[in-house]
């Protein structure tokens, strides 16, 4: 009987630490962040709650487009926990993304969320790749009012597929979601990687590799 209870009680516990594998859930009303504070905790450390104020829960300017004059014709608004410090340990953080005319998001993962994205104006050509091995490519065109998700942890882009701009809002279920830019992260790493791991394992000429990390 106690080892078939013991069991129960190991089931439970693992089936709750999967339910909550995300942001940790608030244990109080709000945890404004402070976050120059030499604590470190996961996430950030709160504000005393009779010093909050309403700025600490207020972002002003996501109706300005970015600027999109950059190599990718794309730019990214994020509103987090850094733009909105009450964002702390509620789970949630938006980005505004604007293109230009073909501009691209290039692929990139959130390792702390998923996404859901509504295109404002424009159509985009959206997609992400499943996990290996069967590395399955998902794509969309979307139009204006159009909303598509991306999982938690997956490669994702978006690129205009229109002549004109293209403008979109993304939720996030993070506070803190990331951003893995795989291009960046593979040829601009800092130190390089060895041109030797990267040329073998894409499997071309170290030269091409030493242009690639030059470029990045």
């Given amino acids: 009987m106690a ?14 630490s999967l339910a909550f594998a995300s942001d ?27 010093l909050v104020q309403a ?3 207020f972002f002003m300017g996501l109706d300005k487009p970015g600027n999109t004059s950059n190599s990718l014709g794309s730019k990214v608004t994020p509103v987090n926990v850094v733009q909105i410090p009450g964002l702390n ?26 996404e859901i994205l509504t295109v404002l104006e424009g159509t985009l050509y959206v997609g992400f ?3 290996n091995p ?22 994702h882009f978006q690129r205009n597929a229109g002549y004109g701009n293209a403008v979109a809002i993304a939720a996030l279920s993070s506070q803190n979601p990331g951003v893995i830019t795989i291009a960046n992260a593979v040829f601009g790493s800092n130190p390089p990687i ?6 073998k394992a894409f499997q071309v000429d170290k030269k091409v590799v030493d242009y690639l990390q030059s470029v990045f």
């Avoid at 080892?3 to 709750?16: D, E, V």
């Avoid at 139009?143 to 598509?148: A, E, L, N, P, T």
């Avoid at 060895?194 to 040329?199: G, N, Q, T």
């Fill in 194 to 199: 060895s041109d030797d791991v990267l040329a």
């Fill in 3 to 16: 080892t078939r209870s013991f069991l129960l009680l190991g089931i439970l516990a693992l089936t709750s």
């Fill in 134 to 155: 069967d590395n399955r490519l998902i794509t969309k065109v979307l139009q204006k009012g159009d909303v598509f998700v991306f999982p938690v942890g997956l490669i």
């Fill in 55 to 57: 700025d600490d829960f």
């Fill in 89 to 114: 340990t509620l789970g949630i953080s938006m980005a505004r993304i604007d293109f230009a005319p073909y501009g691209l998001n290039p692929p990139h993962t959130h390792p702390r969320a998923t």
């Fill in 24 to 50: 940790p859930s608030p244990l109080q009303d709000f945890c404004v962040a402070v976050p120059n504070s030499p604590v470190l905790v996961n996430g950030l450390v709160c504000k005393d709650p009779k």
């Fill in 129 to 131: 790749v499943t996990s």
